[in-house]
């Protein structure tokens, strides 16, 4: 074998396999894995690897294929988003779990991002910034969605006996 077909081949393996972000959807909701998934197999990088219905399906699929992104879902049968980011995360530290989900009061963002998810989106979010956040998070950057930001900003200012809006005058 040539030199220069090894080097077509390793250059070849680079832009094909290795730039790939590898993605596990979980929902319980068929008809939302399937929109996700319609959505993210048209964005270059990005390679579904499975789907999973519920928490514990979740973290077995996630010990199997060892994906690099999560895309969960927070309210579900069984375990749940919350319980099985946290159980992910510590057999799984280098996995990066995006919060995927209807629920955006300030409780739900909060506790998942302690509990070590790199991200939080609802799902009326744009596939853009979906897009943005997968992109962002797999750089090793958090991502929130400026609806959540802003209320957990917000909380965090009233929480501290501070009217949010006296400070900006």
């Known amino acids: 074998e ?15 396999n290795f730039n790939k972000h590898t993605l596990i959807v979980v929902d319980d909701h068929e008809i939302v894995r399937a929109g996700i998934i319609s959505l993210l197999q ?7 690897i499975a789907e999973a ?3 514990e399906e979740a973290i077995k699929l996630t010990q199997i294929h060892k ?5 969960m ?11 099985a980011t946290i159980n ?25 991002l302690q509990a070590g ?8 979010t744009s596939s853009k910034e979906l897009e943005l956040a997968i992109f962002q998070i797999a750089k090793g950057k958090r991502y929130i969605s ?3 930001a802003s209320k957990i900003a917000l909380k965090h200012l009233s929480d501290q006996g501070q009217a949010p809006f006296e400070l900006l005058s």
Not at 42 to 48: A, L, M, R, T
């Open 67 to 71: 994906p690099s992104l999560i895309l």
């Open 42 to 48: 048209k964005v270059p990088n990005i390679q579904i």
């Open 73 to 83: 879902d927070v309210r579900m049968p069984g375990i749940g988003g919350l319980q």
């Open 117 to 124: 998810a790199h991200g939080y989106l609802t799902k009326n």
């Open 53 to 55: 219905s519920s928490g």
């Open 88 to 112: 992910i995360l510590r057999l799984h530290p280098n996995t990066k779990v995006i919060a995927l989900t209807v629920c955006n009061d300030d409780l739900f963002p909060t506790k998942l």
């Open 2 to 16: 040539s030199l220069s077909l090894r080097k077509l081949r390793l250059k070849y393996m680079n832009t094909r």
């Open 146 to 148: 400026p609806e959540i």
